[in-house]
């Protein structure tokens, strides 16, 4: 980052610190302006000796970069901006992807110095009208687009915008915004596979929102590849209740077609299905097997451990912040796969029962 000022040393005005300028420490060090610029920005044109002069001076006068005058010679704010919508009391996200994405973002911003805003608003509509207002006050460089719908303003509300963005999600056939984004139809494929391989023809699948665009691509591989494997399903919407439990139960134990495995989208909620079930007397997985959708610690704090699918979430944060700079620094809009998905087989998925 290009330097330009510095914080308070003493004998300023009314009593006030004065900052030292790059001036001050040219004449401490007895050199020019534009060297002690040289060596303060890490440039070639001096020599090792004057640079190892200039940043001694530096040091002992305790010296740091101004980030704001650097902001105004620059116009750049030196923060990124990601919005959430939710209720105030609801969580950011579910504890096994928001977390680990917000954590792999804040440590590739830190690395660089970049501050990373974090807003809530109620809408979508809220959040178009926040960008436009974070590009009149200069509040932020760009923003991470999280969670896109299937019908999203966001798209064509940034598009009009000279704020750059990257979507987290994959919208290369919906915008013209650049993503990163996961394969989540190869990763539906990939459970439906390892349930098929174990014999069950009858898989539930506990989901979300289907106006969020990731579960509505999971939605169409998890069907095709159903299809594929001439297996059946049962739709059920994601709980968090002792409900979902019952009634998983009851469709285990029909006596026609009965369910004998479910998918579920969200850690927490496959951890609390496993316990739910237990207590209803469901054997996991000799009654019902059970597959959770992101890995995390949680997978394994219970007995039976979960099948999950498991990704590299912060490595995905990560990717989507260098991405943000790089749109930041003038780099046309692209695509980039963020991740691949395998399939960790624990204790909860076993062969179809047989009734």
Sequence with gaps: ??????????????????????????????VSPSAVSFALNGRPGISPETRERILAVAKEANWRPNYAAHALSTARSGA??????????????SASFGGHFLAGVQAELAERDVLLILHTVADLEAESALYDRWL??????????INPETD?????????????AVV????????????????????????????????????GRMSGDSHLLHYAIR??????????????????????????AEEIRDLARRGTDP?????????????QLTANLAQLGMSVPGDI???????????????PSLTALHRDIAGYGRLAAQELVRTIDGGAPRSLQGTTTTLVARQSTGPAPVR
């Design 136 to 145: 009149g006050e200069r509040r932020v460089d760009g923003v991470l687009v």
């Design 80 to 93: 990124i901006g990601v919005v959430t919508i939710r209720e105030p009391e609801q969580p950011l996200w």
């Design 1 to 30: 980052m290009e330097t330009t000022a510095s914080p308070p040393t003493t004998g300023g005005p009314a009593g006030r610190p004065r900052r030292l300028t790059i001036a001050d420490i040219a004449a401490r060090a007895q």
């Design 168 to 203: 987290v999600g994959d919208v290369r056939d919906r915008s013209a915004l650049g993503c990163v984004w996961t394969d989540d139809a190869a990763a539906t494929t990939l459970a439906v596979e390892h349930l098929a391989g174990l014999g069950h023809r009858n898989v």
């Design 259 to 271: 369910l004998t495995a479910v998918i579920v989208e969200d850690l927490e909620v496959a951890v």
């Design 219 to 244: 939605e169409r591989a998890y069907r095709d590849a159903l299809a594929a494997h001439a297996m059946r399903t049962e739709q059920r919407t994601l709980t968090h209740d002792q409900h979902g």
């Design 289 to 303: 097997s059970v597959l959770a959708w992101d890995d995390g610690a949680a997978a394994t704090l219970l007995r």
């Design 152 to 164: 999203d303003p966001r798209f064509a509300a940034l598009e009009s915008l000279d704020l750059p």
